[in-house]
C-alpha cells in the first residue's frame, strides 16, 4: 500500500515533492512491496536532454520516484504550483539508503564505472556502514557475453538494491530495458557516484554545496565537462520562458 505521490512537473518532468527524508522511506518502501521500481535522480542537463530524446522522456514519467538532483531543478520548481522543498542528491540519496540498508539486512550490488571502482566503492561502503551486505560488483564495460550473464546473477541471486552507474542517460535506458529480466527490488542510476565513493574524484567543499554551487565546482574541477554544462543556461532561459503554472 502506497502512499499517494505528489509531484511537480518541470519541463514536463514530474518530480517528487518531497524532503530526503520522504524519499528515504519511499526507497525503503519500495524493497516491501514485492514489486520493481526505478528511481531515477535528473539534474536540469537530464531535463534538457529528455527534451529531445522521447524515449528519455518517458522513462522519467515512468519512474517510482524522481527527486531533484540541482539547485536548478529546486529554482525552476519554485515557479511551480508545488515546489519541491529541497535538492535531493543523487549521492547523498544512495549513502542515507546504504545505511539504512545496513540496519536491516538489505541487499545491495554495485554495477558501473571503469574496472574495479564499482568494487572499490563497494568495499569503502561496506567499511562505512557495517553489517551492509553487498551481493556484488560489475564493472560499466562489457560486452553482450558479459551482460547476460550479469541479468541472470541479478535473477538468480538478485540484491534489494541495483546502483548502476553508466552515466546518464544510458544508465536509465539500460534500467528501463533490463529490470525485468531481474528480480531487483529497486533500481537507481547513480552517474558517477562510483567514482567519489571509490575516492577518485571529490565532491564539491561543503561551502559550495551549501551556496548551491555544486555545479560550478564540477565545471572548474573537470573543465571536460564545459559543454554539457550549456545546457544549464538553455535550461533557465526554457524556464523562465515558460508560462509560469502558479
Ligand atoms: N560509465 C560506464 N560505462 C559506460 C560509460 C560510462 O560505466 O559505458 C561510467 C563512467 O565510468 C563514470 C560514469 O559512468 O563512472 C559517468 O559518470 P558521470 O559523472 O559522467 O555521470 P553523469 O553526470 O552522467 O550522471
Known amino acids: 500500500m502506497g ?10 518532468v514530474p518530480f517528487d515533492v518531497c524532503t530526503m527524508d520522504e524519499a528515504v522511506a519511499k526507497v525503503l518502501g519500495f524493497f516491501e512491496d514485492g514489486r520493481q521500481h526505478i528511481v531515477c535522480t535528473p539534474n536540469p542537463e537530464i531535463v534538457m536532454e529528455a527534451q529531445t530524446d522521447g524515449q528519455l522522456m518517458s522513462i522519467l514519467k515512468a519512474a ?10 529546486v529554482w525552476a520548481s519554485q515557479r511551480t504550483a508545488r515546489p519541491v522543498p529541497e535538492r535531493v542528491a543523487g549521492y547523498d540519496l544512495c549513502m542515507r539508503v546504504l545505511e539504512e540498508m545496513a540496519k536491516t539486512g538489505k541487499t545491495a550490488y554495485f554495477f ?9 566503492a563497494a568495499k569503502r561502503a561496506m567499511k ?8 556484488g560488483a560489475h564493472n560499466g564495460y562489457f560486452d553482450e557475453a558479459e551482460e547476460r550473464k550479469l541479468l541472470q546473477e541479478l535473477k538468480n541471486n538478485p540484491p534489494d538494491l541495483l546502483m548502476v552507474g553508466l552515466g546518464a542517460p544510458k544508465q536509465e535506458k ?6 525485468r529480466f531481474t528480480k531487483v527490488r ?13 575516492g577518485n574524484v571529490k565532491r564539491a567543499p561543503k561551502i ?19 559543454r554539457r554544462m550549456l ?6 532561459l526554457r524556464v523562465m520562458t515558460q508560462k509560469p503554472t502558479k
Open 128 to 135: 562505512r556502514f557495517d553489517r551492509l551486505k553487498v551481493l
Open 174 to 179: 539500460w534500467i528501463y530495458e533490463n529490470l
Open 3 to 12: 502512499k499517494m505521490r505528489v509531484t511537480t512537473e518541470i519541463l514536463s
Open 186 to 198: 529497486v533500481a537507481i542510476g547513480v552517474g558517477g557516484c562510483f567514482d567519489v565513493m571509490a
Open 231 to 236: 545546457r544549464l543556461p538553455q535550461f533557465v
Open 208 to 226: 559550495f554545496r551549501k551556496l548551491g554551487l555544486e555545479w560550478f565546482y564540477r565545471l572548474i574541477s573537470q573543465p571536460s565537462r564545459w
Open 112 to 120: 558501473g564505472g571503469a574496472p574495479d571502482v564499482a568494487a572499490t
Open 64 to 73: 517510482d520516484l524522481v527527486v531533484p538532483d540541482g539547485v536548478g531543478v
